[in-house]
T-cell receptor, first 114, second 112 residues
Framework: GAGVSQTPSNKVTEKGKYVELRCDPI?????LYWYRQSLGQGPEFLIY????????DSGLPNDRFFAVRPEGSVSTLKIQRTERGDSAVYLC????????????FGPGTRLTVL | DAKTTQPTSMDCAEGRAANLPCNHS???????VYWYRQIHSQGPQYIIH???NNETNEMASLIITEDRKSSTLILPHATLRDTAVYYC?????????????FGQGTTLQVKP
């Protein structure tokens, strides 16, 4: 079946602009995660949704970052007033229905802030 | 911080077994050992996980020591397509969040 998909695959923006990154989880998966991966580093946790609610947003670096999942399926990561340091690959993962289930990752969105 | 330590890099000859070690000396009784890998420019891919017993699936085997302080991921017949960064992660079994904490991983280079 279809895996986790993320759009766009690449996004180039200018410092100070607003961006939205989209994640389509595997159909039926209720748990959804966002991670960020800087060059040469392992992925770093940002936020976890169980259904529509953010159950753990402890990894969001500051209040410029926000994520939603209004219908419990598709999620959007929103970054306001982008900075050059936000440049990274943003990864989304989903798992069947519980926090302890195996996570399946999408291909990521590469964000470049000029 | 990641609770595991892995060698930075390893080489393996194509067709031979690749044995990737991981130390997790502070692992708790309710924590699983998970392995993921990341091929260049792709998202991480789940490989295998275990609690106490050795595990095997179509991709790999996981050997966990009796004291659970270390483990080894075995790719029985490595191919060039197995070249990737391999991450060993410990994760609480019944976590409220389930977040994965990645370290630097081991870069495995499979050579012809």
């Amino acid at each position: 079946g279809a895996g986790v998909s993320q759009t766009p695959s690449n996004k180039v923006t200018e410092k100070g602009k607003y961006v939205e990154l989209r994640c389509d989880p595997i159909s039926g998966h209720t748990a959804l995660y966002w991670y960020r991966q800087s060059l040469g580093q392992g992925p770093e946790f940002l936020i976890y949704f169980q259904g529509t609610g953010a159950a753990d947003d402890s990894g969001l670096p500051n209040d410029r970052f926000f994520a939603v999942r209004p219908e419990g399926s598709v999620s959007t990561l929103k970054i306001q007033r982008t900075e050059r340091g936000d440049s990274a690959v943003y990864l989304c993962a989903s798992s069947p229905d519980r926090a302890r289930d195996t996570q399946y990752f999408g291909p990521g969105t590469r964000l470049t802030v000029l | 911080d990641a609770k595991t330590t892995q060698p930075t890099s390893m080489d393996c000859a194509e067709g031979r077994a690749a044995n990737l070690p991981c130390n997790h000396s502070t692992i708790s009784g309710n924590e699983y050992v998970y392995w993921y890998r990341q091929i260049h420019s792709q998202g991480p891919q789940y490989i295998i996980h275990g609690l106490k017993n050795n595990e095997t699936n179509e991709m790999a085997s996981l050997i966990i020591t009796e004291d659970r302080k270390s483990s080894t991921l075995i790719l029985p017949h490595a191919t060039l397509r197995d070249t990737a960064v391999y991450y060993c992660i410990v994760r609480v079994a019944a976590s409220n969040t389930g977040k994965l904490i990645f370290g630097q991983g081991t870069t495995l280079q499979v050579k012809p």
